[in-house]
């Protein structure tokens, strides 16, 4: 029997390096570090907490190999889907 492990994953996707300056992401949020280093403070707007530009708030970043997978996966999905809800509704067609 198989499982996933972090090695695995991490063939799919990466946590998120994204630092400008004195931000940097954490799990999709942008923090500000102290000018002393000393701590950091999450980053917001009026809005809420500022989504990191490069990972787009999701923290973690998907290599080529991830975007394949998520393709793949999504494709499949969407043909699972559209078959089921052919299956649960079949007078509405396709
Ligand atoms: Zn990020």
């Not at 931000?23 to 500000?32: A, P, Q, R």
């Not at 701590?39 to 080529?64: E, F, N, Q, S, W």
């Amino acid at each position: 029997m198989g499982y996933t492990d972090m090695n695995e994953i991490s063939q799919f996707e990466v946590a998120c390096k994204y630092r400008d300056g004195k931000m940097y992401c954490s799990g999709g949020h942008l923090y500000v570090l102290e000018p002393d280093n000393s701590m950091a403070t999450l980053a917001v707007m009026d809005d809420g907490p500022i989504r990191c530009p490069a990972c787009d708030g999701k923290g973690y970043i998907l290599t080529p190999a991830g975007e394949q997978l998520i393709d793949m996966i999504w494709r499949h999905t969407e043909r699972r889907v559209t078959d089921l809800v052919h299956e649960l509704r079949p007078e509405d067609g396709v």
